[in-house]
């Protein structure tokens, strides 16, 4: 099977940078938010837009009373 040594580079990168906080997620998530803040780069949220996550939802409420939801088939 073909490997890319590009992308075993980085598995064995986050392998070892993982193993370094016993891969413990609180810590590494706090250590990236370390570095995001002392990186001082502008950060920027891309907030989900009300109407697509309103459709995969199924929740009418978020439409309005009238709205209807024309993605469920009824049986």
């Given at each position: 099977?073909?490997?890319?040594?590009?992308?075993?580079?980085?598995?064995?990168?986050?392998?070892?940078?993982?193993?370094?906080?016993?891969?413990?997620?609180?810590?590494?998530?706090?250590?990236?938010?370390?570095?995001?803040?002392?990186?001082?780069?502008?950060v920027?949220?891309?907030?989900?837009?009300?109407?697509?996550?309103?459709?995969?939802?199924?929740?009418?409420?978020?439409?309005?009373?009238?709205?209807?939801?024309?993605?469920?088939?009824?049986?």
């Amino acid at each position: 099977m073909w490997e890319d040594e590009i992308v075993e580079e980085i598995h064995q990168i986050r392998e070892a940078y993982a193993k370094s906080f016993n891969y413990n997620l609180d810590a590494i998530f706090e250590d990236l938010r370390k570095k995001e803040a002392e990186s001082g780069r502008e950060v920027v949220s891309l907030s989900r837009k009300r109407g697509l996550t309103t459709r995969w939802s199924g929740r009418t409420g978020v439409l309005g009373k009238d709205a209807k939801d024309s993605d469920r088939r009824s049986t």
